[in-house]
């Protein structure tokens, strides 16, 4: 009910819109003519699907991968993971995602009851950044998408790694409290004493009926998390390629030659169309190769790293857990060591 009431509000506001535009420019309906391209069209919608197509089968094996995970591995099996030196926490927490691949959209809530445990902030946030990009699912994905350019999975594992690396050690550098929202409500000292043994009670009533889960039943829930996983990234998937297309066909080459292939613009518009978009890791490289004719590998390398640490759906998750002074400030840190960590690569090695 909640979806048909907003849908029907953007209709209504839209509804207006057209109304108002036909008011002040004293026109009537039967006098609007509209003029598409038909073989634009067809080159647009030809375009999006074949995209689709190709992303499709990668965004189905990680979905998987994250959905078994999620259900059979503890969280415990992560920290164990984590060495208690910051730099060789950092670099381990940037690398536990070959081990454990998890999707960007299951690592916030995961990542947040593991800072409720005890796991430092910096640590958390590196894995948040690190793992839906350096694994085995998407470095297969960005080999595939690259055919003719094998070497560009792992100049994205190598800039991904450095990018966390800088934002785990920077953020052990700066952060001096826990940036969750409602964090001293979590702390075990902060609990009523007369609501504690009750919800001691109901911990370990929890903690008993998920020891009783069968294994069948945990695969059967590991399929219903697949598939939530699966439809609500496809939605991202499917409109990041049309908006490919139709960029693609309508923008026309003189706007990109405009941009430049190379040059700070360049950059900066593939930063934001990864934030728009909002593509999966593991089929955002189809996109990007894609954009191969028009932009050269500095611009593609920041659209593959920036978007999965950082997007429209990811700070939406992000706002709901951490305080937003965090957010507003891990936001620009995520930005400026993409951009300045693949200026370096741009112009070191090519």
Same mark, same amino acid.
């Given at each position: 009910?909640?979806?048909?009431?907003?849908?029907?509000?953007?209709?209504?506001?839209?509804?207006?819109?057209?109304?108002?535009?036909?008011?002040?420019?004293?026109?009537?309906?039967?006098?609007?003519?509209?003029?598409?391209?038909?073989?634009?069209?067809?080159?647009?919608?030809?375009?999006?699907?074949?995209?689709?197509?190709?992303?499709?089968?990668?965004?189905?094996?990680?979905?998987?991968?994250?959905?078994?995970?999620?259900?059979?591995?503890?969280? %415990?099996?992560?920290?164990? !993971?984590?060495?208690?030196?910051?730099? $060789?926490? @950092?670099?381990?927490?940037?690398?536990?995602?070959?081990?454990?691949?998890?999707?960007?959209?299951?690592? @916030?809530?995961?990542?947040?009851?593991?800072?409720?445990?005890?796991?430092? @902030?910096?640590?958390?946030?590196?894995?948040?950044?690190?793992?839906?990009?350096?694994?085995?699912?998407?470095?297969?994905?960005?080999? +595939?998408?690259?055919?003719?350019?094998?070497?560009?999975?792992?100049?994205?594992?190598?800039?991904?790694?450095?990018?966390?690396?800088?934002?785990?050690?920077?953020?052990?550098?700066?952060?001096?409290?826990?940036?969750?929202?409602?964090? /001293?409500?979590? %702390? &075990?000292?902060?609990?009523?004493?007369?609501?504690?043994? &009750?919800? &001691?009670?109901?911990? &370990?009533?929890?903690?008993?009926?998920?020891?009783?889960?069968?294994?069948?039943?945990?695969?059967?829930?590991?399929?219903?998390?697949?598939?939530?996983?699966?439809?609500?990234?496809?939605?991202?998937?499917?409109?990041?390629?049309?908006?490919?297309?139709?960029?693609?066909?309508?923008? /026309?080459?003189?706007? !990109?030659?405009?941009?430049?292939?190379? /040059?700070?613009?360049?950059?900066?518009? +593939?930063?934001?169309?990864?934030?728009?978009?909002?593509?999966?890791?593991?089929?955002?490289?189809?996109?990007?190769?894609?954009?191969?004719?028009?932009?050269?590998?500095?611009?593609?390398?920041?659209?593959?790293?920036?978007?999965?640490?950082?997007?429209?759906?990811?700070?939406?998750?992000?706002?709901?857990?951490?305080?937003?002074? !965090?957010?507003?400030?891990?936001?620009?840190?995520?930005?400026?060591? @993409?951009?300045?960590?693949?200026? $370096?690569?741009?112009?070191?090695?090519?």
């Amino acid at each position: 009910m909640n979806g048909l009431l907003r849908i029907g509000t953007y209709a209504t506001a839209f509804i207006c819109i057209a109304i108002l535009y036909l008011i002040f420019t004293n026109q009537s309906i039967t006098e609007l003519q509209f003029s598409i391209d038909q073989t634009a069209l067809t080159n647009a919608t030809t375009v999006g699907i074949s995209l689709m197509l190709e992303a499709l089968p990668f965004l189905m094996l990680g979905v998987a991968v994250s959905a078994v995970l999620h259900e059979f591995v503890p969280e %415990g099996a992560m920290r164990r !993971f984590i060495p208690r030196h910051p730099l $060789l926490g @950092v670099i381990a927490a940037s690398l536990i995602g070959v081990l454990l691949p998890l999707c960007e959209c299951g690592m @916030v809530p995961v990542v947040r009851r593991l800072i409720q445990k005890g796991m430092p @902030v910096y640590i958390g946030i590196t894995y948040i950044l690190a793992s839906p990009i350096i694994n085995p699912i998407v470095f297969a994905s960005t080999s +595939m998408a690259f055919r003719s350019q094998p070497e560009m999975a792992m100049y994205r594992m190598v800039l991904a790694f450095a990018v966390t690396t800088l934002i785990g050690l920077v953020l052990y550098k700066t952060v001096k409290r826990n940036p969750l929202r409602n964090s /001293g409500a979590a %702390g &075990h000292e902060h609990v009523n004493h007369h609501q504690a043994p &009750h919800d &001691h009670k109901s911990r &370990h009533q929890a903690i008993a009926l998920k020891d009783k889960l069968s294994w069948l039943r945990r695969m059967q829930s590991s399929v219903y998390h697949m598939g939530d996983e699966f439809m609500d990234m496809g939605k991202y998937l499917l409109m990041g390629a049309f908006i490919t297309a139709v960029i693609q066909t309508w923008a /026309g080459r003189e706007w !990109f030659a405009d941009v430049g292939p190379t /040059g700070l613009g360049a950059h900066l518009f +593939m930063m934001a169309f990864a934030y728009i978009i909002s593509l999966c890791s593991t089929s955002d490289a189809f996109i990007a190769a894609s954009f191969g004719t028009m932009f050269a590998k500095g611009p593609l390398l920041t659209f593959l790293v920036f978007g999965p640490m950082l997007d429209l759906k990811t700070s939406f998750m992000l706002a709901g857990v951490f305080r937003k002074s !965090f957010i507003v400030r891990l936001s620009l840190l995520i930005a400026v060591a @993409v951009l300045g960590c693949s200026l $370096l690569l741009q112009t070191f090695v090519w």
